[in-house]
């Protein structure tokens, strides 16, 4: 797995759709690449934070908002 063209196509995604919640930008993800998991998304989704690309929020129900910062 190439996890350099995960980023990319994370922020892609969030451009075109907006803020999505995790399970749905987890599906699309794991659309364009099969061998990809929760725990990688959740990776990649603070080495984002920490860069300052996307913002991730708790929501109620144990859920999360992920947006572009």
Known sequence: MDTKLIPPKIIEL??????????DLYKRVKKFNSDFNENDLNNQLMKMEIQGLVKVYRIPRGKRRVELA
């Open 14 to 23: 969030l451009e075109r759709n907006g803020a999505l919640k995790f399970d």
